[in-house]
């Protein structure tokens, strides 16, 4: 690790002097500084001649690399204490909450596969606690805490793929039983604000064990850790990466962020592309007004490119102990976790985990929600909802992959391997040499219930060049044949397209752009059986699980990855 600045100071440079300096110093090489006097002294040696010379300037170098060994294992040793008191410094940092608070009646641990693998769920709280120092970075007056922001965070088994779901704070949801700071239990069963589960007891540390408890009510999903960042940790932890990159649709003022001022004010945040730490992050993934319609809605997708542009930065810096405890310094400091996750040691080896995720890999979506009509809150679409739990609960990406991380046991030893389906016939390749294909954008649709057909699709798309992207589940899995949708001013690129599905169906639509909804006749062209009648639920082999119903366009067209373009997607409604 680098010598780096933390909240003791600067760590010292090696003081000078020594034996090795005193060595360096009588062999002629000069000490810290001295350069020029060594280099006269090498000159006149070079002047006289034979073997004595020759033993003379031969010596330094055997001295060199003892030099370089002993400077070596120095900086080894600085490097061992640095870290040894950054991992004694974080331990100290880190608070957990009452883990007796977590429900006794939870949903069960997910199993490993064949392999060890398990997916992780990460549930992630922003707090807004007015405590401490955190009414100076906008946190109010009031006193208690609310969950600004919450996130349950999926890692699947195979820890390539994860997904962020965001739960709208003002979601009415059933609140369960939950213990308050003074050891009772509420008796639960009434319908509340979602945030309402963090301020449950009125303390400036929130509740975590009770929207932990809530969220496992909600989803059905056992939540294997609680991570809570209140507004100081957040602005240390943008600063300790050197800022995070965002982008606005048009600029922000005082008056913006502080709707209670009588004036529109200066402009905290410019309009397009910029580098955001500390207050003006904070301002950022709080911001509500002034952009969009000023609903939570917006704001949930500003704080989901927010975090897919922290994770991108984090993972192009590397995911090594020198990256990550300088972080990790930064967030403990304001950083309540669950007791699985109360030591220097497992936080790091829980971010180290996380390596192998592609960010295109990382998706984030809302759970689905819609406004109320006798009030400004929201309800959870419990029918859409549910299929996303589902999709979870069996490892399954948003885009119809199996992410379990398991892999096909191989044959036993002098048998044969088990039947292979047929090859996929050769489909057309798009015309050799056609560069203009790397313009076409191809929204890709699975109109089967055949899992990763899409992504099947896809790959074909971008192995001819074109510009594919998986969109997910179609309106309806019935489609016996493929199918080409395309607007205005785009059959001619269409036809393209249709040259890598044979036998597909060709149709105008009022729609932008140029749609693949993948059927049965794809499938079969990939030796991917159907796995239900068209129209009929999904059904597997005996001892097999049920894969899970297709999920809704309204998930999977609203999904961002963690390399989205930063400036798109960044509002909700109309005002801006």
């Known amino acids: 690790m680098p010598a780096t600045e933390d909240a003791a100071g600067a760590v010292p440079s090696p003081r000078a002097g020594g034996r090795a300096e005193a060595r360096r110093a009588a062999q002629g090489k000069g000490g810290r500084g001295g350069g020029s006097g060594g280099g006269a002294t090498d000159a006149a040696g070079a002047s006289g001649g034979g073997r004595a010379a020759a033993r003379k300037s031969a010596k330094p170098k055997k001295n060199v690399k003892k030099i370089v060994a002993w400077s070596t294992a120095g900086a080894l040793v600085v490097v061992a204490g640095v870290g040894g008191a950054i991992y004694l410094k974080l331990n100290a940092n880190i608070k957990s909450f009452d883990g007796d608070a977590i429900a006794r009646n939870r949903p069960p641990e997910a199993k490993a596969d064949a392999d060890g693998n398990k ?23 009031d006193g208690g805490a609310r969950s600004d922001t919450t996130i349950l965070l999926h ?209 984030f979506v809302t759970v689905p929600w819609r406004y109320r009509t006798q009030d400004q809150d929201l309800d959870i679409v419990q029918a859409d909802a549910g299929k996303l739990w589902e999709t979870l609960k069996a490892d399954q990406t948003i885009d119809g992959q199996n992410a379990t991380g398991q892999q096909p046991d191989a044959p036993a030893e002098g048998t044969s391997p088990a039947p292979q389906p047929p090859a996929a016939p050769t489909t057309p390749a798009a015309p050799a040499g056609d560069a203009g294909n790397s313009a076409i954008r191809v929204a890709v649709y699975n109109g089967t219930t055949v899992n990763g057909l899409a992504g099947k699709a896809t790959e074909q798309l971008k192995g001819a060049k074109f ?110």
């Open 155 to 363: 890692v699947y088994a195979d820890h390539k793929h994860a997904v962020g779901i965001s739960i709208p704070r003002n979601a009415k949801v059933e609140l369960p039983s939950c213990k308050l700071p003074n050891g009772k239990w509420t008796k639960g069963g009434n319908t509340d604000l979602f945030n309402a589960a963090f301020s449950m007891g009125g303390s400036d540390d929130g509740n975590p064990a009770c929207t932990q408890n809530t969220v496992e009510k909600l989803t059905g999903i056992r939540v294997d850790h609680t991570l809570v960042v209140d507004f100081n940790g957040f602005a240390s932890m943008t600063s300790a990466v050197n800022g995070v990159d965002i982008c606005l649709p048009k600029p922000i003022y005082e008056g913006d962020i502080n709707p209670k001022l009588p004036k529109k004010g200066a402009v905290v945040l410019p309009q397009g592309k910029q580098t955001v730490e500390g207050q003006k992050a904070l301002d950022y993934v709080r911001l509500r007004h002034g952009i969009g319609d000023g609903s939570d809605i917006g704001r949930m997708k500003r704080q989901q490119a927010f975090l897919g542009s922290l994770a991108s930065k984090i993972k192009k810096e590397g995911m090594n102990p020198t990256t990550l405890l300088p972080l990790a310094d930064a967030a403990t400091k304001s950083l309540v976790v669950d007791p699985g996750l109360d030591s220097a040691d497992k936080l790091l080896s829980f971010g180290l985990s996380l390596k192998n995720i592609d960010m295109h890999d990382l998706k």
């Open 119 to 141: 997916p992780v769920n990460v549930l992630l709280i922003g707090s807004d606690s007015r405590g401490k120092n955190n009414a100076d970075l906008g946190g109010g007056e």
């Open 467 to 576: 510009t594919a992207s998986t969109a997910g589940q179609a309106a309806s899995t019935r489609y016996k044949t493929s199918t080409i949708e395309y607007g205005s001013g785009q059959k001619a690129n269409a036809e393209k397209v249709a040259a890598l599905f044979p036998g597909a169906d060709l149709q105008s639509s009022s729609a932008r752009g140029i749609s693949v909804i993948v059927g049965q006749d794809f499938a079969a062209a990939m030796g991917m059986a159907s796995g239900a009648p068209a129209g009929g639920a999904p059904s597997a082999a005996p001892g097999v699980p049920t894969p899970p119903p297709p999920l809704p366009t309204t998930i999977t067209n609203e999904a961002r990855s963690a390399d989205d373009d930063i400036c798109a997607n960044t509002s909700y409604g109309s005002g801006g």
